[in-house]
């Protein structure tokens, strides 16, 4: 492996040419040698920008010897089978979210991978995002106390029209946004989920997809996250909340807001005996709280092609296990069974 990677994007659709192809362009390790795409016209845009080799069909395309990493964003419908394909053709792979749209397909494809002996990685990106490692080093310092409540908000009231709005094509809010918003709750619950609720709705969109998702979860911790994508919300919430036992944080898109106890308390006692006056309830005591709000900037300052990199070219384990990518597409594949349209 050579320390620049070579990289060949597998679809030039809004992923793979919006997306990847810009996010790669101005880091040294990486250099996009090579894209397919059906529709010739955008194998040739990316030709001429970044002087790589354009291909239509797939077979010259994997057979392209200048190409050590093969990112695949196809429609999710295509995502398992074009990484099967790239990974028997000796290229290591990272896929876009939903790395699959069934848990049968996951777990056929990390067995592909390990025939092959070669490196598969998932597109959880937002693993990464500051609001979530903010939140993360906010929850391991302590300071809000046993987590029991996660809350995880985005979306907006949007008249899409795209294939993502068709469920063949592996549309649908839930492999949108979902894998993001599941992966983030999952973090703060235990890893996993021991029980979960759902319910998808179409409301605005075109196609036969859902684009309102609703999932509830609890964790092994006990801890309980719930998640909201709206394709047909009018009014924002908070991206992300995590309350804990002695505290709680707040973020948006670009500011948070803590608040937590200053210090660690006693148990209260239960008292069974109402004032002599008959007026009082709750707990007259008064507690003392620490409060801050500012720009959302973690200590951590992980990137995702940064992972990427480690893992591909320097072998180093990739921070989102198969374990926890193949949870989330179970979590989904629970969720949609549950409700289905």
């Known amino acids: 492996m050579s320390k620049v ?17 810009s996010e790669l362009l101005p880091l040294p390790n990486f250099k996009i040698v090579a894209g397919c795409d059906l529709i010739a016209a955008r194998g040739k845009k990316l030709a001429t920008e970044v002087k790589a080799k354009a291909y239509t069909r797939s077979k010259a ?45 996951v777990d056929r494809l990390y067995a592909v991978a390990k025939e092959t002996g070669r490196k598969l990685v998932v597109r959880h990106n937002r693993r990464f995002d500051p609001h979530l490692l903010l939140a993360k080093e906010i929850v391991a310092s302590g300071v809000l106390g046993e987590v029991f409540s ?4 985005t979306g907006g009231y949007n008249r899409r029209n795209d294939w993502q709005t068709i469920k063949k094509f592996g549309g649908g809010q839930i492999f949108n946004w979902g894998p993001h918003c599941i992966d983030w709750a999952l973090q703060f619950i235990g890893g996993w989920a ?13 196609g036969d997809a859902e ?21 047909g919300s009018v009014f924002s919430q908070p991206l992300l909340m995590v ?32 004032p002599a006056d008959g007026m009082g309830f709750g707990n007259p005591e008064k507690l003392e709280w620490v409060e801050k709000e500012g720009a959302i900037s973690p200590k951590d300052k992980s990137t995702f092609w940064g992972a990427v990199y480690d893992t591909i070219a320097l072998d180093k384990p990739f921070p989102v296990t198969p374990m926890s990518a193949r949870e989330v ?13």
């Open 150 to 153: 996660v809350q995880i908000r």
């Open 243 to 274: 309350q804990g036992t002695r505290g709680g944080i707040s973020l948006d898109w670009t500011n948070y807001k803590l608040k937590h106890l200053a210090k660690k308390l006693p148990p209260v006692k239960a008292n069974p005996d109402t």
């Open 5 to 21: 990677v070579n990289v060949g994007i597998w679809g030039l659709g809004r992923a793979g040419y919006g997306m990847i192809r």
């Open 211 to 231: 684009d309102w998702v609703k999932i509830i979860m609890r964790g092994p911790t006990g801890g309980v996250a719930d998640i909201e994508i709206g394709g």
């Open 61 to 105: 395309f994997l057979a392209d010897r200048a190409i050590e990493m093969v990112v695949v964003a196809t429609r999710s419908c295509n995502h398992v089978q074009c990484a099967i394909e790239a990974l028997k053709a000796g290229k290591d792979v990272l896929v876009e979210k939903p790395m699959a749209t069934s848990l049968d397909d």
């Open 194 to 206: 021991v029980e979960i609720k759902a319910d998808l709705k179409k409301i605005a969109a075109a």
């Open 329 to 341: 597409i179970r979590v989904i594949d629970v969720s949609s069974r549950l409700s289905p349209l």
